[in-house]
């Protein structure tokens, strides 16, 4: 009879309730700054410096890290925003600006539309490597 090991099921990892509102406006109002996040979940530090320490150990402790990509992955399962998506959104934005039939229509929002699709799609990339020096070296 053999036996086999089974891999048993990690816990959830415990959070104390800063670290839980730390996460929360890591991933929320503080668009990814870990030190406004420390500021906004409450942590009290006498200096920038300090909460910026606390905002650098925060995101080295495993269970932080881990709560924040399990809410990262989260969200990204719960928004239909991709690539594709935007790419339609923009060209029908180009078009309601663009006028219908002739009819003059909103010529500079709808460029802006045209552009934000260009780059999108790496219309432009071609172009910038063209545009970058070519770095040698120059014997004098």
């Keep these: 009879m053999s036996t086999t090991k089974t891999k ?21 109002q503080a ?4 030190t406004l996040a420390c500021r906004i979940a409450g942590y009290k530090c006498t ?5 910026r320490s606390v905002a650098c150990q925060n995101l080295r402790k495993p ?6 990509q399990q809410r990262q992955a989260e969200l990204a399962q719960n928004t239909e925003v991709d690539p594709a998506w935007c790419l339609r959104e923009a060209k029908k934005g180009y078009e309601r600006c663009k006028g219908e039939d002739g009819e003059k229509g909103d010529e500079s929002n ?3 539309y045209f552009d934000k699709a260009c780059r999108m799609v790496g219309a ?12 040698g070296v120059f014997i004098t």
């Design 8 to 28: 048993t099921q990690q816990p959830e990892p415990h959070l104390t309730l800063m670290q839980s509102l730390f996460v929360d406006a890591y991933l929320g």
């Design 31 to 34: 668009h990814g700054n870990a």
């Design 47 to 51: 200096s920038e410096s300090g909460l």
């Design 63 to 68: 269970s932080i890290a881990k709560r924040i």
């Design 110 to 112: 709808a460029n802006a």
């Design 124 to 135: 432009y990339e071609a172009d910038n490597r063209q545009r970058q020096p070519q770095l």
